[in-house]
T-cell receptor, first 115, second 112 residues
């Protein structure tokens, strides 16, 4: 596709349920990032994938959060036993190569509401 | 660890007035700096970036930013704003790590 695609765009779930958020990066992009955006908090880094390397999971807030990237392309962020504080917009981004000077391309995000 | 500070959470301005959105970074070594814009209900898109060379960087939509190493700043400016510039603006940095660190964002509100 032309850009980073995320689904669903909105998700309302009950506290305690598991949710899966999907990200389709730009074709050919080897780097993929997940961020969480809460009101007034900016973007909080969650996890980073680069090619076939082990992901950098240093930003995951708890063991209820996990992510995988299959075939070096599509990524799924899973939140188990959701809590109200998990409510936020989850943003996925990809970039064409590994490098600190590389621009990240963002999807429109998934707005998660835990009720 | 690197960090980025955006000093203003909200900046109101009248249409056609100039604007400056402030960003300071913490790093004593080489750093790459970015400004992204987020329009309502959209993802972030790149406005401009500083990698090296000229300290004045020009971006899209008439925005520019100046890298100031001595003040560790990378402020974003536009000489004349439009209503359509109303959005959230994020400053970001990378250094060594490939993972961009973002500031908390500045909401630019342009009034007619």
């Amino acid at each position: 596709g032309a850009g980073v695609s995320q689904s669903p765009s909105n998700k309302v779930t009950e506290k305690g349920k598991d949710v899966e958020l999907r990200c389709d990066p730009i074709s050919g992009h080897t780097a993929l990032y997940w961020y969480r955006q809460s009101l007034g908090q900016g973007l909080e880094f969650l996890i980073y994938f680069q090619g076939n390397s082990a992901p950098d999971k240093s930003g995951l807030p708890s063991d209820r959060f996990s992510a995988e990237r299959t075939g070096g392309s599509v990524s799924t962020l899973t939140i188990q036993r959701t809590q109200q504080e998990d409510s936020a917009v989850y943003l996925c981004a990809s970039s064409s190569r590994q490098g600190a000077n590389t621009e990240a391309f963002f999807g429109q995000g998934t707005r998660l509401t835990v009720v | 660890a690197q960090s980025v500070t955006q000093l203003d959470s909200q900046v109101p301005v009248f249409e056609e007035a100039p604007v400056e959105l402030r960003c300071n970074y913490s790093s004593s070594v080489s750093v790459y700096l970015f400004w992204y814009v987020q329009y309502p209900n959209q993802g972030l898109q790149l406005l401009l970036k500083y990698l090296s060379g000229s300290t004045l960087v020009k971006g899209i939509n008439g925005f520019e930013a100046e890298f100031n190493k001595s003040q560790t700043s990378f402020h974003l400016r536009k000489p004349s704003v439009h209503i359509s510039d109303t959005a959230e603006y994020f400053c970001a940095s990378t250094r060594g790590s490939y993972i961009p660190t973002f500031g908390r964002g500045t909401s630019l509100i342009v009034h007619p």
